[in-house]
């Protein structure tokens, strides 16, 4: 039987999403700041209103819970969840007032896909889009594949820290408590930043002659999207406007390094490293990046995309390397990837749909889920023909020897069914809008996985239901379902519970 929440239960919610809200009002003084730098004073103004709203709700919230500060699985994962759909809401309001966006709803639409690392986005004439907005939305990757619950619990943050940590579909528990786990992955954060902006920045200075301020911007807002798996760009071409094969192999390196759990970071740092090649989640992401790379470079010869074997591997392998670490950058236009098909299609579809390791920035069914799904139907497999009696090793490594167990088979199994029912849940809307099968389900697969390759359906002139239906895609794919389903678990209660 399900219990109606009482008043204590929405103080209690409230304290903690009002924490939130003022460590994203102390974000925004950020892009406040870089509009008073660049006087563009239509952005300021608008940027202060944002952080008005979030530091007079924040502030109200948190005061009038004060006493209320028992967090437990529940509430944590109703602040989760609420998060991710007030933060877009209220982060929009520098878009909405840009004139850069057709409705409210497109405007957000970007923040949604800016807080959830997808990178899809509805903006209009993004190269003359002031350099503070731009900003805005490339913090935003930055606010959402770090996490905001993390910088909560760094800053401010007490008990009930650990269901704000999984809500946000993280399970990496690197060191003795969530806080300091949330601090080494700040302290990568920022080591990655400062290598990011500068490599980048060099490149954009000393090859492609930028100015210092310009490739500065540049290198740092690609790292955003690049170490967050975000996929936004400053320019409509996305990596593809900096035509430099050294660009990109920089740029892979931080959206290899964004689509690695935690955990790998923390052996590469302290060790133990030999331990990873062992590891299942590390032997499986490259399995299946050398499987859907071979598709998609057969498939693209077959089509003949490219004139040579030079240029076909290129960007080849940065865009199925973009797809499976869930990033979406691209140097190819969607009016060109529209066309690839079969085995190039296929590629593609499967890499976005998989996505990166658990605890990432990364989306999709994850590599930990795949390992797992494959090991478990090894195990099953190997019961069957072994003599009867025979005891089946049901153990895998992930930094340890560890016991695959029937809950956790069928836990795995639910999680990756339920990413396969959204990518095409999202696919039949799209059909019936008169989409073709092909660019529905990789626009659908791109959504839910948050990736942020297009093909051409996501567009300002796309129905509006398809709109929403993508919002929600980002919305579940980046809370990984179980924090969702505890607010509506919530909302049905208010309703029904006793």
């Given at each position: 039987?399900?219990?109606?929440?009482?008043?204590?239960?929405?103080?209690?919610?409230?304290?903690?999403?009002?924490?939130?809200?003022?460590?994203?009002?102390?974000?925004?003084?950020?892009?406040?700041?870089?509009?008073?730098?660049?006087?563009?004073?239509?952005?300021?103004?608008?940027?202060?209103?944002?952080?008005?709203?979030?530091?007079?709700?924040?502030?109200?919230?948190?005061?009038?819970?004060?006493?209320?500060?028992?967090?437990?699985?529940?509430?944590?994962?109703?602040?989760?969840?609420?998060?991710?759909?007030?933060?877009?809401?209220?982060?929009?309001?520098?878009?909405?007032?840009?004139?850069?966006?057709?409705?409210?709803?497109?405007?957000?639409?970007?923040?949604?896909?800016?807080?959830?690392?997808?990178?899809?986005?509805?903006?209009?004439?993004?190269?003359?889009?002031?350099?503070?907005?731009?900003?805005?939305?490339?913090?935003?990757?930055?606010?959402?594949?770090?996490?905001?619950?993390?910088?909560?619990?760094?800053?401010?943050?007490?008990?009930?820290?650990?269901?704000?940590?999984?809500?946000?579909?993280?399970?990496?528990?690197?060191?003795?408590?969530?806080?300091?786990?949330?601090?080494?992955?700040?302290?990568?954060?920022?080591?990655?930043?400062?290598?990011?902006?500068?490599?980048?920045?060099?490149?954009?200075?000393?090859?492609?002659?930028?100015?210092?301020?310009?490739?500065?911007?540049?290198?740092?807002?690609?790292?955003?999207?690049?170490?967050?798996?975000?996929?936004?760009?400053?320019?409509?071409?996305?990596?593809?406007?900096?035509?430099?094969?050294?660009?990109?192999?920089?740029?892979?390196?931080?959206?290899?390094?964004?689509?690695?759990?935690?955990?790998?970071?923390?052996?590469?740092?302290?060790?133990?490293?030999?331990?990873?090649?062992?590891?299942?989640?590390?032997?499986?992401?490259?399995?299946?990046?050398?499987?859907?790379?071979?598709?998609?470079?057969?498939?693209?010869?077959?089509?003949?995309?490219?004139?040579?074997?030079?240029?076909?591997?290129?960007?080849?392998?940065?865009?199925?390397?973009?797809?499976?670490?869930?990033?979406?950058?691209?140097?190819?236009?969607?009016?060109?990837?529209?066309?690839?098909?079969?085995?190039?299609?296929?590629?593609?579809?499967?890499?976005?749909?998989?996505?990166?390791?658990?605890?990432?920035?990364?989306?999709?069914?994850?590599?930990?889920?795949?390992?797992?799904?494959?090991?478990?139907?090894?195990?099953?497999?190997?019961?069957?023909?072994?003599?009867?009696?025979?005891?089946?090793?049901?153990?895998?490594?992930?930094?340890?020897n560890k016991q695959l167990t029937p809950a956790l088979a069928r836990s795995v199994l639910t999680m990756s069914l339920l990413y396969i029912t959204l990518y095409i849940a999202g696919a039949v809307i799209a059909l019936a809008y008169g989409v073709p099968l092909q660019q529905a389900l990789f626009e659908s697969v791109s959504a839910?996985?948050?990736?942020?390759?297009?093909?051409?359906?996501?567009?300002?002139?796309?129905?509006?239901?398809?709109?929403?239906?993508?919002?929600?895609?980002?919305?579940?794919?980046?809370?990984?379902?179980?924090?969702?389903?505890?607010?509506?678990?919530?909302?049905?209660?208010?309703?029904?519970?006793?």
């Open positions: 039987m399900l219990i109606r929440p009482i008043g204590s239960d929405f103080r209690t919610i409230g304290f903690y999403l009002g924490r939130v809200f003022l460590v994203v009002a102390a974000s925004g003084l950020f892009p406040l700041a870089w509009s008073i730098a660049g006087r563009e004073w239509g952005p300021f103004s608008s940027f202060l209103l944002m952080i008005g709203v979030f530091v007079v709700l924040g502030a109200a919230m948190a005061l009038a819970g004060r006493d209320e500060q028992r967090l437990d699985w529940g509430h944590g994962m109703v602040v989760v969840a609420v998060t991710w759909l007030a933060v877009p809401l209220i982060g929009s309001i520098p878009f909405m007032l840009s004139g850069h966006f057709a409705s409210p709803l497109d405007a957000y639409f970007d923040a949604m896909s800016g807080l959830s690392t997808t990178g899809l986005s509805l903006v209009q004439d993004l190269d003359h889009l002031a350099p503070s907005l731009n900003f805005w939305r490339h913090l935003l990757h930055f606010l959402g594949g770090q996490g905001i619950v993390i910088a909560v619990l760094v800053l401010v943050a007490g008990g009930g820290a650990m269901t704000l940590y999984y809500g946000e579909g993280r399970d990496d528990h690197i060191l003795p408590s969530v806080r300091s786990t949330a601090r080494f992955i700040w302290v990568v954060a920022v080591a990655h930043l400062v290598f990011g902006v500068l490599a980048l920045g060099a490149v954009a200075y000393f090859v492609l002659g930028f100015g210092w301020i310009r490739s500065l911007f540049h290198g740092l807002m690609i790292f955003f999207a690049g170490f967050d798996t975000g996929g936004f760009a400053p320019q409509s071409t996305s990596v593809g406007y900096y035509h430099s094969a050294v660009f990109e192999f920089i740029v892979s390196i931080l959206m290899v390094a964004g689509a690695m759990s935690f955990a790998v970071h923390f052996a590469l740092w302290r060790g133990p490293r030999r331990s990873l090649i062992r590891n299942l989640e590390a032997r499986t992401i490259i399995g299946t990046f050398i499987f859907t790379m071979t598709l998609v470079l057969f498939g693209l010869a077959a089509m003949n995309a490219f004139g040579d074997i030079a240029g076909l591997s290129r960007q080849g392998f940065f865009q199925v390397l973009s797809a499976h670490t869930g990033t979406g950058f691209a140097t190819v236009p969607p009016t060109e990837m529209v066309r690839w098909s079969g085995l190039a299609f296929a590629g593609m579809a499967i890499a976005m749909g998989l996505g990166g390791m658990a605890s990432s920035t990364a989306g999709g069914i994850k590599s930990m889920r795949v390992g797992l799904t494959a090991t478990s139907m090894r195990h099953e497999i190997q019961s069957i023909l072994l003599p009867h009696g025979a005891i089946v090793d049901r153990s895998y490594f992930q930094f340890r839910g996985a948050n990736v942020g390759l297009s093909v051409g359906v996501t567009d300002p002139s796309m129905p509006i239901l398809l709109e929403i239906t993508y919002i929600i895609q980002m919305w579940l794919g980046r809370l990984e379902f179980i924090a969702a389903f505890a607010l509506i678990g919530f909302l049905y209660s208010m309703v029904r519970g006793k």
